[in-house]
C-alpha cells in the first residue's frame, strides 16, 4: 500500500494549474454588477456573468468559475458538469461565498477529471441523482433516485477546501460515486444536512464515499455476475473537517443482506459514509483531526465504514479525531455504532485470503448512543485487521457494548482486532428511557470474534460489565488492565459466557477493585451456557502456555473490595471442574484460583470469595406441606462446588400427576426454586416434578401435602382452585385478607373460632377485654391454622374457648378490675386477697355512703342528678377506645394510663372503687366470670343493706331509750338523732341513683347471649351466654338460675322505678284502682308512695314530673345499645341519637324548675353528644387508614370534655360547703332568739319526734338549700302532718304547737 501526505497532494495539484496557465478559461460571477451575455464567457473574466446557470453552461475542460462575494443562487434542477478536465469553482477572495440552491436545484459532476472547489458555502442544495440504492417499493429491480447537494459520480482527482455545504433538504451534502485518485477534503464543515423524514426512501447524512457493484441508476445490474467497475489505488484524504448536526435516514437497513446490487450506503453514516463494495481495491481513506457531532443514523452515527463483495487491501485510518454525542436512531433492531460503525462482509471465495484493514488511533469518543456499540460497533467476517489504539471511550450508552461491540458476521479468516492503550470510564448499558430500558451488558462486548488486548487499558465506573465476551477467547497476554468500580448484573469487571475464555501469561497483570455485581460475580462471572460443564476440559482462565501447572503461573491477579448482590463477590462460574485438571492429577477444588501468592484476595480465605452454580440437591425428608395457591418456599437444600449453599436457582416448569392438584399462575415459572405455586383440593398429598436450571439443568421430584385455606379464606370453587378472600362484608366485616400473601387479620375487639357442633368457622363480637388487642395497630396477623385460633387470640389474654369466656388453668377472673382480667392464683392465698378486697372495695363504699345517709345529702335533686348519669354512662358504655376498636396507642403510649385516670375519677359513682388501681387479683381460681358478676350484684346491694341496717340500729336504740331517765334523757337522745339528720327514704333514694346502672348493667351481663355468625351472618349453635362460655362442669341449670335473677332484678329494680315515676304523674293506679280497692292499700300506701316519688320529681315542676323517668329510661337505652349492635360505631351513633333527645327534650320542656339546672343538663348531654361524635370520627379515621396514627386533636378535646363535669362538680360541693358552713354561722347566732318549750310542749315534742323520727324525718337538702331555700317544705314530713291537722274536722283546724315548733325548729337545723 502506498500513502501520499496532504502537502504532496497539494503541491502537484497546484503545481498541474500554474504550469498550464496559458490554457485556462476564466468566468467570473458577480450576481450584482454581472451580465449574462456572450462578452461575459470571453474567456478572460474582465466581464463577469451575473448567475452560475448561465456561467456554468458556458463550461469546457480547463475552466476556472471565480466567484464575487455574495449570494449566489443555483436553480431549476441539477447543474451537470461532465465529461471534462480541470474545472475550478471557487472564491474571487478569501471570504467564503454563499450559494443558494433554489427548487431542489445542485450540482453534480460526471466523468471529470481535476475538480478543485474552494471558499464556497452551499445552502439547502438537493436535486435529485442517482443511486446505487435499491427502490425496494418497486416489484421490478430498480435503483433510486436519491436527494445530493453535490453529486460526484465516476470523477477523478477531486480538492475540496474550506467548502461548507449545509441545510440541505432532506439530501445528502456531497456524495462521491466510483471517484478515484487523489480526492482531499480539508477545513471543510457538512452541517445540519438532514433527511426529510420520509422512511420509505433512504436519504440524508453529510457526506458518502462509495466504491459500487453497480453503476449507478443501472437497472439491469442484477443480470451482471460481476462488476464492471474497478475502483483501484484511490486516496481519500479528510483533513480538519466537521461533520455536525446531520441525518441519515434508511428503512431497509436492518433487513438488507449486503451483497452486489443489494447496497443501500443511502441513510448509513450521519455524518460520514464510506463503502468498499465490487471490485475495490487497495484503496485508502486517511481520517485525520476531524470532528463528528452530533450526527445522526440508523446505523453509523458519526461515521460509517463498510467492506463488502471483492473488496480487499482496502485501509481506512481514522486519527486524532473527535466522535461527540452521535447517536443511532431506533427505528428498527439492529442499529449500531453510535461513534463509528464498520462492516466486514466478506464471504466470497474471491476474496478469500484478502485483508482489509481499519485503524483507529488516537480518538476520543464520548456522549455517542446506539442499540449496539454505543461508541463503535463492528461485524466482521472473511480476512480483517482492526486495531483500536491510544484512545478514550466515554459516557457512551448502548445496550450491548456501551463503548465497543464487535460480533461475528461469518467466521473470520485470520486478521487481528485488538484493543490496545485504552481508556473506558463512565459508559453505560442502560439504553432506553430514564424509566424503562432493558439491561444490557458489556462496556466492551465481543461476540465470537477472537480479540486481543495489550499495552495499558482501564476500566472505570462504567455500567455495565467492563469486558463481556460471548464464546470468544480474549488474550490478555502483554497486558496491564486495570478494573476499578465497575458495576454490572452479573461480572462487574468480566463477564465469560458460553466458552469464552481469557489468556494471560508471565506478562499479564490483572487488577480488580470495587467492582459489583447485583447478582453473581462481583468482579469476574463465567456461565457455560449450554456447555456439558463436566466434560468441557478447558479453563475460562488459561495460561498461554498450556503446559504450565496452574500453581507456577506468573500472571498476576489482585482483588480488592469487589462485591455482589448474591454470590460470587470476586468470581463465579457454572462449574470450576474444568479448572481443577494441571498436567498432573485432578488438583484440589477449593484451592482453585487461589493457586498461589499471585493470586491476591481481600481474604486470606480466597475461597470465600469464589462461587458456582449448584453441584449438588437435598431433597426433604418428608411431605412438603403448602396451602393452595399461596407461594411458599421449598426446603430444598444446594450447594456448589465449594460446598456453599446455594439460595435459588431458576425453576422452568414444576408437573404433577395428580389430577387434585395443578401448578397455577405461569408468572411464576421463573422465579426462585425455592418458591413454587401449588393449587387443588384442601387436605389432599401428591407428587411434584420440578426442572431447576442455572447453567445446568435439574430435576427434582418430592411428595406435597395441600392444607386447609387460612382461617377466614375460602377455597375458589372455580377451576383455579386456590384459597381466595370472602367478601369484604364477611364475618360482620371483621376481617382483612391479604390475597397476595394468603394472610388474614381479625379486628380488635372479634373472636373467631370454629363451632364444634357445625365445625364453621364462626365470628362473634369479643367482651371488653377478652380477646387480644394489638396495641400498635387496628388488628391483628392470625395463624395459617385453624387449630391455632385460641393460642392467638385467647391465650395472651390468658383465656381459651369460645370468645375467650375461659380462664386457662391457674388463672381466674380478676375481682378488682374492670376488664375481668384472667389473673394466676397462686400467689396471695384466699384470705388476704379477700381482705384486699374487703378494704378497696366495701370500707370505701362504706364512708362513702354514711356522709350521704348521715348527713342526709339529696342526690335527686340540684346538678346531681344529671352529674350522676354522667358518671355511670362514661365509664361503662360510652367507652372512649371502644373496646380498642380504637386505637388511641397510636396516639400516645399512655391511653390506658388516660383512661384509668377517669374510670377512677368517676368510679365511685357506678360503684367501682379505687381497687381498680391496685394489682389486678383474684379470690380462686375456681371462680369464673359469673362468680365475680354476683360480686358486683353484692356491691351494688351493699348501700341498700347500709339502709336496712341503720334503720334498725335507729328502731333499736328509740326503743331502748323510750321511758329511759327523764325528759331531759329523751331530749338530749332525740337531739343528737336530730343532728345526724339521716333520712331512709333519701338514703333509698341514693342506693337507686348510685346502684342503677351497676345493677342495669350487671343483670344485662347475665341475661344477654352472644350470636355466633358464620361468613354470611347467618346465627350458628343455640345462643351462649355472654360472659361465660364453656366452663367445665357447669350445667345448663346452673346458668339458667343466674339469667333468672338477673331478669327478675331488671323487671323489678330496673324497669319499675322509672315506670312509677312516668305514671305517677297520670295517678291512674292510685285513682282507679288503688281507691276502689281498699285492700289494696295494704300493699300500696298510696301517701308513702306519693312521699318517696316527691324525692325524685320535687325539683322538676308540676306539669313535668315525669321527666324525672327520663334519665333512668335514658340509662336502659345506653346499655341496651351496648349489648345489642354488633359494632361500636353503631354504638356510637346510637348514643348520638339518645344525647340528643335528651337535649332536645331539655330544651322544649324546661323541666326543672330552677332554669339554671335545665342549662346544667343540656351541657352535661351535650358533653356526651360531643364526645360521641368525635369518637365516630376516629373510628372511621381507623377504618379507612388503618396504618397511619390518629389525630392527637379530636383525643385531647375528648380528653378535656370528659373532666369538665366532675371539675365544675367539685367547684360547685366547694361552693356549697362555704355557703353550709357560713349559714351554720347565722344559725347560731338565731338560735338563741327562740323562746324554749315548757314541759308539756316538749313532752308533745318528744313524742312527735319519738313517733315519726324512726319512720321518716325531712331535712334540708343541701342542694336545695344552697340554691336559695330555707327548709324542705314540699315534701317534708312536719308539712304533711301540719297539713292533716288542718284539714282535720269541717273547717279545719290549727296546728297544735308543739308541730309548729317542730316546724320552727327544724328549719332552724
Avoid at 446505487?132 to 460526484?152: E, P
Avoid at 463477590?569 to 498436567?583: E, Q
Avoid at 377506645?881 to 390506658?896: E, F, Q, V
Avoid at 384509668?900 to 359513682?909: C, I, M, N, R, T
Wanted: contains cysteine; negative net charge.
Amino acid at each position: 500500500m502506498q500513502y501520499f501526505s496532504l502537502t504532496t497532494i497539494g503541491v502537484a495539484f497546484v503545481f498541474l494549474i500554474v504550469s498550464n496557465a496559458q490554457s485556462w478559461k476564466y468566468i467570473s460571477i458577480d450576481p450584482v454588477n454581472g451580465e449574462n451575455t456572450i462578452s461575459c464567457a470571453s474567456g478572460n473574466g474582465s466581464i463577469p456573468c451575473k448567475n452560475l446557470t448561465y456561467a456554468f453552461a458556458q463550461y469546457q475542460s480547463w475552466t476556472q468559475f471565480k466567484l464575487y462575494p455574495g449570494n449566489h443562487y443555483l436553480s431549476n434542477g441539477s447543474v451537470l458538469l461532465q465529461n471534462a478536465m480541470l474545472l475550478s469553482i471557487s472564491s474571487i477572495q478569501a471570504t467564503l461565498t454563499t450559494v443558494f440552491c433554489l427548487n431542489n436545484s445542485g450540482l453534480s459532476f460526471f466523468n471529470v477529471t481535476g475538480i478543485n472547489m474552494v471558499g464556497l458555502h452551499f445552502v439547502g442544495c438537493s436535486a435529485l441523482q442517482i443511486s446505487t440504492n435499491q427502490n425496494y417499493s418497486s416489484a421490478d429491480f430498480t435503483l433510486s433516485m436519491q436527494l445530493v447537494g453535490i453529486f460526484f459520480n465516476q470523477c477523478k482527482d477531486v480538492n475540496v477546501s474550506s467548502v461548507t455545504v449545509s441545510d440541505g433538504n432532506g439530501a445528502t451534502g456531497i456524495v462521491f460515486y466510483n471517484t478515484i485518485g487523489s480526492i482531499v477534503i480539508t477545513g471543510s464543515s457538512i452541517v445540519r444536512n438532514t433527511a426529510n423524514g420520509n422512511l420509505s426512501t433512504n436519504g440524508g447524512g453529510g457526506l458518502v464515499v462509495e466504491f459500487s457493484f453497480c453503476i449507478p441508476g443501472d437497472n439491469f445490474c442484477p443480470q451482471r455476475p460481476f462488476s464492471v467497475l474497478s475502483n483501484r489505488d484511490s486516496f481519500y484524504t479528510f483533513y480538519n473537517c466537521t461533520f455536525a448536526q446531520n441525518v441519515a435516514t434508511g428503512s431497509d437497513l436492518a433487513s438488507i443482506i449486503p451483497y452486489q446490487y443489494a447496497h443501500n450506503t443511502f441513510g448509513s453514516g450521519g455524518g460520514l459514509s464510506i463503502s468498499f463494495n465490487g471490485n475495490a481495491s487497495n484503496n485508502t481513506v486517511q481520517i485525520m483531526d476531524c470532528s463528528f457531532v452530533n450526527n445522526t443514523a440508523m446505523v453509523g452515527g458519526g461515521a460509517f465504514v463498510h467492506f463488502g463483495d471483492n473488496a480487499l487491501e482496502n485501509d481506512v485510518i481514522v486519527n486524532n479525531c473527535v466522535f461527540l454525542n452521535n447517536k443511532c436512531q431506533l427505528i428498527q433492531p439492529g442499529t449500531s455504532g453510535g461513534g463509528l460503525r464498520v462492516e466486514h462482509y466478506i464471504y466470497s471465495n474471491a476474496a478469500s485470503g484478502s485483508t482489509n484493514a481499519v485503524q483507529f488511533h488516537n480518538c476520543q469518543v464520548v456522549g455517542n448512543t446506539a442499540l449496539n456499540g454505543g461508541g463503535l460497533s463492528t461485524s466482521l467476517s472473511g480476512t480483517i485487521n482492526m486495531t483500536i489504539t491510544s484512545s478514550t471511550f466515554n459516557s457512551n450508552i448502548a445496550q450491548n457494548g456501551a463503548a465497543i461491540e464487535a460480533s461475528l458476521f461469518t467466521i473470520v479468516d485470520g486478521g487481528l482486532f485488538e484493543i490496545a492503550n485504552c481508556s473506558f470510564s463512565g459508559n453505560s448499558v442502560n439504553y432506553g428511557s430514564s424509566n424503562a430500558y432493558p439491561l444490557g451488558v458489556g462496556t466492551v462486548y465481543i461476540n465470537g470474534v477472537p480479540v486481543r488486548f495489550s499495552d495499558l487499558l482501564s476500566f472505570d465506573h462504567n455500567v455495565g460489565t467492563g469486558v463481556a465476551l460471548t464464546g470468544a477467547e480474549a488474550d490478555f497476554s502483554q497486558c496491564t488492565v486495570v478494573f476499578e468500580s465497575n458495576e454490572a448484573l452479573n461480572g462487574g469487571a468480566i463477564a465469560l459466557l458460553g466458552a469464552a475464555s481469557i489468556v494471560v501469561d508471565d506478562r499479564t497483570v490483572m487488577q480488580f477493585y470495587n467492582n459489583y455485581a447485583s447478582n453473581f460475580g462481583g468482579a469476574i462471572y463465567n456461565a457455560f451456557l449450554g456447555t456439558n460443564i463436566k466434560t468441557y476440559a478447558s479453563c475460562f482462565i488459561h495460561y498461554s502456555n498450556h503446559l504450565i501447572d496452574p500453581v507456577d503461573w506468573n500472571a498476576t491477579f489482585v482483588f480488592a473490595n469487589n462485591t455482589s448482590g448474591q454470590r460470587g463477590s470476586t468470581i463465579y462460574s457454572t462449574s470450576l471442574l474444568p479448572c481443577t485438571r494441571s498436567k498432573g492429577p485432578v488438583l484440589n477444588i477449593s484451592a482453585t484460583f487461589c493457586w498461589s501468592s499471585r493470586w491476591i484476595y481481600q481474604w486470606s480465605s480466597c475461597a470465600k470469595e469464589i462461587a458456582t452454580d449448584i453441584s449438588s440437591i437435598m431433597l426433604p425428608q418428608s411431605s412438603v406441606s403448602a396451602i393452595p395457591g399461596q407461594l411458599f418456599q421449598l426446603p430444598l437444600l444446594l450447594h456448589d462446588d465449594l460446598n456453599h449453599t446455594v439460595p435459588s436457582t431458576s425453576l422452568l416448569t414444576a408437573t404433577t400427576s395428580n389430577t387434585s392438584v395443578s401448578i397455577v399462575d405461569p408468572q411464576y415459572n421463573h422465579l426462585s426454586s425455592n418458591y413454587l405455586i401449588v393449587s387443588g383440593q384442601e387436605e389432599s398429598d401428591n407428587m411434584v416434578e420440578l426442572t431447576l436450571a442455572g447453567e445446568q439443568v435439574w430435576r427434582v421430584t418430592f411428595p406435597i401435602h395441600l392444607n386447609r385455606c387460612p382461617p377466614g379464606m375460602k377455597l375458589d370453587s372455580t377451576a383455579s382452585r386456590k384459597c381466595i378472600c370472602p367478601a369484604l362484608d364477611a364475618y360482620q366485616s371483621s376481617l382483612y385478607c391479604d390475597a397476595q400473601n394468603f394472610q388474614t387479620y381479625l379486628r380488635n375487639g372479634f373472636w373467631l373460632g370454629v363451632d364444634e357442633s357445625t365445625n364453621k368457622l364462626v365470628v362473634a363480637l369479643c367482651p371488653p377485654n377478652f380477646c387480644y388487642v394489638n396495641q400498635s395497630g387496628w388488628a391483628f396477623k392470625l395463624p395459617q391454622n385453624d387449630s391455632e385460633l385460641d393460642n392467638v387470640i385467647c391465650k395472651p389474654q390468658n383465656r381459651y374457648g369460645v370468645v375467650c369466656g375461659n380462664c386457662i388453668e391457674g388463672y381466674g377472673p380478676a375481682i378488682n378490675s374492670l376488664k375481668y382480667e384472667c389473673v394466676s392464683c397462686d400467689g396471695s392465698g384466699f384470705s388476704v386477697n379477700l381482705t384486699k378486697y374487703i378494704f378497696t372495695v366495701y370500707v370505701p363504699l362504706l364512708i362513702f355512703f354514711l356522709i350521704i345517709f348521715l348527713f342526709n345529702i339529696h342526690l335527686t335533686t340540684g346538678p346531681a342528678n344529671g352529674f350522676i348519669v354522667y358518671s355511670q354512662v362514661v365509664i361503662s358504655t360510652f367507652a372512649l377506645h371502644g373496646d380498642y376498636h380504637i386505637p388511641l396507642y397510636t396516639i400516645t403510649p399512655y391511653s390506658d394510663r388516660l383512661l384509668k385516670a377517669y374510670q377512677v375519677s368517676y368510679g365511685l359513682f357506678n360503684l367501682e372503687t379505687f381497687s381498680s388501681i391496685l394489682h389486678p387479683f383474684c379470690l380462686s381460681k375456681n371462680m369464673n366470670t359469673l362468680n365475680v358478676l354476683q360480686l358486683s350484684y353484692l356491691v351494688a346491694i351493699f348501700p341498700l343493706l347500709m339502709v336496712l341496717t341503720i334503720i334498725i340500729i335507729i328502731k333499736l336504740r328509740s326503743y331502748r331509750c323510750c321511758g329511759c331517765g327523764g325528759h331531759s334523757t329523751n331530749r338530749i337522745v332525740h337531739m343528737v338523732y336530730a343532728k345526724i339528720h339521716f333520712s331512709p327514704l333519701h338514703a333509698f333514694a341514693a342506693f337507686l341513683l348510685l346502684s342503677y346502672n351497676r345493677l342495669c348493667l350487671t343483670s344485662t351481663y347475665m341475661v344477654n347471649v352472644q350470636p355466633l355468625k358464620d361468613e354470611y351472618g347467618n346465627l350458628v349453635g343455640s345462643p351462649r351466654p355472654y360472659y361465660v362460655q364453656t366452663i367445665d362442669g357447669t350445667s345448663t341449670q346452673y346458668i339458667l338460675e343466674y339469667k333468672l335473677i338477673g331478669a327478675f332484678i331488671l323487671l323489678t329494680v330496673i324497669l319499675l322505678p322509672p315506670l312509677l315515676l312516668l305514671g305517677y304523674p297520670i295517678r291512674w293506679f292510685e285513682n282507679y284502682i288503688v281507691v276502689r280497692f281498699s285492700c289494696l292499700q295494704r300493699f300500696y300506701p298510696v301517701d308513702k308512695v306519693n312521699i318517696f316519688l316527691d324525692v325524685f320529681q320535687g325539683c322538676y315542676r308540676d306539669q313535668k314530673r315525669y321527666f324525672a323517668s327520663f334519665y333512668f329510661f335514658f340509662r336502659i337505652a345506653v346499655n341496651v345499645a351496648y349489648f345489642m349492635t354488633d359494632t361500636w360505631i353503631d354504638q356510637y351513633n346510637i348514643q348520638v341519637v339518645l344525647c340528643a333527645i335528651m337535649v332536645l327534650l331539655i330544651t322544649m320542656l324546661q323541666p326543672y324548675k330552677k332554669k339554671i339546672l335545665n342549662y346544667v343538663d343540656i351541657a352535661i348531654f351535650t358533653d356526651m353528644l360531643i364526645l360521641s361524635l368525635l369518637s365516630i370520627y376516629l373510628y372511621e379515621r381507623a377504618d379507612y387508614d388503618p396504618y397511619s396514627s390518629l389525630p392527637v386533636f379530636p383525643y385531647v378535646v375528648q380528653y378535656i370534655l370528659i373532666f369538665l363535669p366532675l371539675l365544675g362538680m367539685v367547684m360547685y360541693i366547694f361552693w356549697l360547703l362555704i355557703k353550709y358552713v357560713r349559714n351554720v354561722v347565722l344559725r347560731h347566732s338565731e338560735y338563741a332568739d327562740i323562746p324554749s318549750l315548757d314541759a308539756n310542749e316538749n313532752a308533745d315534742l318528744g313524742k312527735v319526734v319519738e313517733a315519726e323520727f324512726t319512720s321518716i324525718i325531712a331535712v334540708d337538702d343541701i342542694f336545695n338549700r344552697a340554691d336559695g331555700g330555707n327548709s324542705y317544705v314540699p315534701f317534708g314530713v312536719v308539712e304533711e302532718m301540719i297539713n292533716d291537722q288542718k284539714h282535720e274536722g269541717p273547717k279545719g283546724k290549727v296546728p297544735s304547737a308543739s308541730i309548729m315548733q317542730l316546724s320552727e325548729r327544724m328549719k332552724l337545723n
